[in-house]
């Protein structure tokens, strides 16, 4: 079921995925979905964990900067994937390995666990520009004359995780 509703985000997006569409991809009533989950979000939880099962277990000899990359790569590896985990996260329905990863990253149980939130909704929301402004670009809705908030995209990325892990060393030397 979850394989699926991940199909169907890659060929429709976030916005046409609905529990009928899913229903109807399996060949079952959609009452049948609520057997095994009691809503759509929690379906979307679901699907939120297995777009970050890519992530890898959390270990403290990650760098912040590779767990960040694997972060970023698992969440540009679906369509309209960071939104599906934001939505997720801010109901704390899921994301949970990724947190984790983050914390051992950014120095394990000494960690504040702010510092790991806001690395994580700093990653959540550079690739949520990053696949709006892919869709953007895929339907022709960007003005080709447009200034690209995504040009410097990599660049952007790796000062924020710098930013984050050099916040979580002076932490930690407190």
Not at 30 to 51: C, E, G, M, T
Not at 156 to 172: H, P, T
Request: aromatic content about 6%; glycine content about 6%.
């Amino acid at each position: 079921m979850v394989e699926c509703a991940l199909r169907l985000l890659d060929e429709v997006g976030l916005p046409d995925l609905s529990m009928r569409r899913l229903a109807s991809e399996l060949d079952v009533q959609p009452s049948a979905l609520y057997w095994h989950f009691v809503n759509k979000q929690s379906l979307l939880a679901a699907v939120a964990d297995r777009i970050l099962d890519a992530v890898p277990e959390p270990d403290a000899d990650w760098t912040v900067a590779a767990t960040a990359r694997a972060i970023r790569d698992a969440l540009l590896a679906y369509r309209d994937g960071a939104e599906v985990v934001m939505s997720t996260y801010a109901l704390r329905l899921g994301a949970r390995r990724a947190q984790a990863a983050l914390v051992a990253s950014l120095g394990g149980a000494g960690t504040d666990a702010a510092t790991a939130d806001a690395a994580f909704e700093f990653i959540l929301g550079h690739v949520t520009l990053l696949q709006q402004r892919m869709h953007a670009q895929s339907i022709g809705a960007v003005d080709a004359d447009a200034a690209d908030p995504t040009a410097n995209a990599d660049e952007v990325f790796e000062a924020g995780v710098a930013a984050f892990a050099a916040l979580s060393a002076s932490r930690r030397r407190v």
